[in-house]
T-cell receptor, first 114, second 116 residues
Framework: GEDVEQSLFLSVREGDSSVINCTYT??????LYWYKQEPGAGLQLLTY?????DMKQDQRLTVLLNKKDKHLSLRIADTQTGDSAIYFC??????????????FGKGTKLSVKP | GAGVSQTPSNKVTEKGKYVELRCDPI?????LYWYRQSLGQGPEFLIY????????DSGLPNDRFFAVRPEGSVSTLKIQRTERGDSAVYLC??????????????FGAGSRLTVL
């Protein structure tokens, strides 16, 4: 069955880079996603990557995908206190209309200290 | 609407009562999802609608849970004979599923259900 695993906590200092890691078990994953959840708010999509890519960069965010090891990471450059939140890794399988539903990890709580 | 709207934002009920949670998706989004998020956990899939029909209800935990989307827009999640273990945040999301590319879900803020 599908399983997505993340470390539960990460603490960094403001201005440093944060790296949040995720592993998944299903090799048929086609898209992998990073969502952010702030207290009392819904999940906000940050970025996603197609499984035939190994890197995607979007401003301060860099996603690295190692499909062989089924490992995904999210790097946040110049981390700010406003980045403090829970970050969820998620996967989906299939293409286009046959894409499956998202399977989420338990989330990594990022704490940014000033 | 501009975003996914969920009501109520908070619901406190007693064990054994019936509860309805409502979701108003983004206008034009054909796909609608219900997820449940327990404390300290990631969202867990419950049910997915494509249009009016439930295309996948494999995540519903038991027959006390039921959801409808009669006109292909607003959806209601119904929970009968609530139990304390049903306490969670119920998240609704919508997407333009079926398009090429990633299945980008837009989530609502959730309905927090507390069963006493």
């Amino acid at each position: 069955g599908e399983d997505v695993e993340q470390s539960l906590f990460l603490s960094v200092r403001e201005g440093d880079s944060s790296v949040i890691n995720c592993t998944y078990t299903d090799s048929s994953s086609t898209y992998l996603y990073w969502y952010k959840q702030e207290p009392g708010a819904g999940l906000q999509l940050l970025t996603y990557i197609f499984s035939n890519m190994d890197m995607k960069q979007d401003q301060r965010l860099t996603v690295l995908l190692n499909k062989k090891d089924k490992h995904l990471s999210l790097r946040i450059a110049d981390t700010q206190t406003g980045d403090s939140a829970i970050y969820f890794c998620a996967e989906s399988m299939g293409y286009g209309g046959s894409q499956g539903n998202l399977i989420f990890g338990k989330g990594t709580k990022l704490s940014v200290k000033p | 609407g501009a975003g996914v709207s969920q009501t109520p934002s908070n619901k406190v009920t007693e064990k054994g009562k019936y509860v309805e949670l409502r979701c108003d998706p983004i206008s034009g989004h054909t796909a609608l999802y219900w997820y449940r998020q327990s404390l300290g956990q990631g969202p867990e899939f419950l049910i997915y609608f494509q249009g009016t029909g439930a295309a996948d209800d494999s995540g519903l935990p038991n027959d006390r849970f039921f959801a409808v989307r009669p006109e292909g827009s607003v959806s209601t999640l119904k929970i009968q004979r609530t139990e304390r273990g049903d306490s969670a945040v119920y998240l609704c999301a919508s997407s333009l599923r079926g398009r090429p590319g990633a299945n980008v879900l837009t989530f609502g803020a959730g309905s927090r259900l507390t069963v006493l």
